[in-house]
């Protein structure tokens, strides 16, 4: 018998390191199993497992959740819950054109990369002015920052962004 007051079971999901969670899937029921060998497979199709994970406020998918395990961040997800081409962030010349007007009228910002990050998704490399002192060079990153945090596109198509900061080649 079916109570319509019942809660829905609770969702299982994964707790990344920097506290964001993670919807598990899996390309295979032994991946399934080698993760929690009292699983039970619910087949679903990728666009169905993205439109879960977004409709439940997680927006991130985690393929075969072990040692060499797939992070989906927010953008893929959405990108495939919607069925549309994705784009990484890092190739995405939206994105770099966003991130350059942004950064308008910081004078002690010379040039500007977006490039794959290391440990997010995005590091955006500033190479700064030489001569700059802690104090300029504080305040011109805490400006970058807040630019590029207030960028529109940006906050959409990028999950996680590092600035790298660096100096201008003589």
């Known amino acids: 018998e079916h109570d319509e007051d019942c809660d829905p079971p609770p969702m299982i999901t994964v707790e990344m390191g920097d506290g964001r969670h993670a919807l598990p899937v899996f390309s295979t029921f032994a991946a399934m199993v080698a993760w929690n060998p009292q699983s039970r497979p619910v087949p679903v199709y990728g666009v169905?497992?993205?439109?879960?994970?977004?409709?439940?406020?997680?927006?991130?998918?985690?393929?075969?959740?072990?040692?060499?395990?797939?992070?989906?961040?927010?953008?893929?997800?959405?990108?495939?819950?919607n069925e549309t081409p994705w784009t990484p962030a890092w190739e995405d010349q939206d994105v770099t054109n966003a991130v350059v007007a942004a950064?308008?009228?910081?004078?002690?910002?010379?040039?500007?990369?977006?490039?794959?990050?290391?440990?997010?998704?995005?590091?955006?490399?500033?190479?700064?002015?030489?001569?700059?002192?802690?104090?300029?060079l504080r305040s011109a990153?805490?400006?970058?920052?807040?630019?590029?945090?207030?960028a529109e596109l940006v906050r959409e198509r990028v999950d996680?962004?590092?600035?790298?900061?660096?100096s201008l080649p003589e």
């Open 141 to 150: 990153i805490t400006r970058a920052s807040e630019a590029i945090g207030a």
């Open 48 to 81: 169905g497992a993205a439109r879960t994970a977004l409709n439940s406020g997680i927006q991130m998918l985690l393929l075969d959740p072990d040692d060499d395990a797939v992070l989906i961040g927010r953008p893929a997800t959405w990108a495939l819950a």
């Open 160 to 166: 996680t962004i590092e600035l790298y900061p660096t």
């Open 103 to 136: 950064l308008v009228g910081i004078e002690e910002i010379g040039a500007v990369r977006v490039e794959v990050g290391l440990t997010t998704e995005v590091r955006i490399v500033l190479a700064l002015r030489r001569g700059l002192d802690a104090d300029q």
